[in-house]
């Protein structure tokens, strides 16, 4: 069967410091993968898709980028977070259009 | 911009109750329906989907879709305390990636 592991589950950072979530799936080849963020008390906003090694798709401009270094494996970066980056951070996958999205644990950001 | 819509809530049933969750689509393209259940500080969890017109049953859950209106149904049969949580809809249309709605709040008080 298929799992999602995400992490950290937790994370507090400064302002200005860099970000690595880190998301990785197993049972399953060629997943397509994304990154959603959930505000609190807000939506899910999707931040980047991807549905294949290296190909990362954003739908919203941010300071925030997304990369695909394995089949498998979807990393979120920030080189320096803004206040506004907090959040709940969620990966998910899939195995194509009309099949649904399995979500990961979730990482929780504070930014301080 | 497609949309999908869903009353914010709480809605607020007794234990035991039928509970009715509702969510409108915009676009008439819109292929497949999802429905997950989020607890408070968790991620998403599928409950359902479906795909055609009608009914799809699952244990306590009934989907329902009628595309004709553009909308889909939840109902959660003999509503259970545990069942409180925030009620996503989603929907693909054409290919696209899939669209939230912003969740109804269910209370089950016992």
């Known amino acids: 069967s298929q799992t999602i592991h995400q992490w950290p589950a937790t994370l507090v950072q400064p302002v200005g410091s860099p970000l690595s979530l880190e998301c990785t799936v197993e049972?399953?080849?060629?997943?397509?993968l994304y990154w959603y963020r959930q505000a609190a008390g807000r939506g899910l906003q999707l931040l980047f898709y991807?549905?294949?090694?290296?190909?990362i798709s954003s739908e919203v401009p941010q300071n925030l980028s997304a990369s695909r270094p394995q089949d498998r494996q979807f990393i979120l970066s920030s080189k320096k977070l803004l206040l506004s980056d907090s959040g709940f951070y969620l990966c998910?996958?899939?195995?194509?259009?009309?099949?649904?999205?399995?979500f990961g644990n979730g990482t929780r950001l504070t930014v301080t | 911009q497609k949309e999908v819509e869903q009353n914010s809530g709480p809605l607020s049933v007794p234990e035991g109750a039928i509970a009715s969750l509702n969510c409108t689509y915009s676009d008439r393209g819109s292929q497949s329906f999802f429905w997950y259940r989020q607890y408070s500080g968790k991620s998403p969890e599928l409950i359902m989907f479906i795909y055609s017109n009608g009914d799809k049953e699952d244990g306590r859950f009934t989907a329902q879709l009628n595309k004709a209106s553009q909308y889909v149904s939840l109902l959660i049969r003999d509503s259970q305390p545990s069942d409180s949580a925030t009620y996503l809809c989603a929907s693909y249309s054409g290919y696209s990636t899939l669209t939230f709605g912003k969740g109804t709040m269910l209370l089950v008080s016992p």
């Open positions: 991807s549905v294949g090694i290296g190909q």
């Open positions: 049972g399953t080849s060629n997943p397509n």
């Open positions: 998910a996958w899939n195995g194509g259009h009309n099949s649904p999205l399995h």
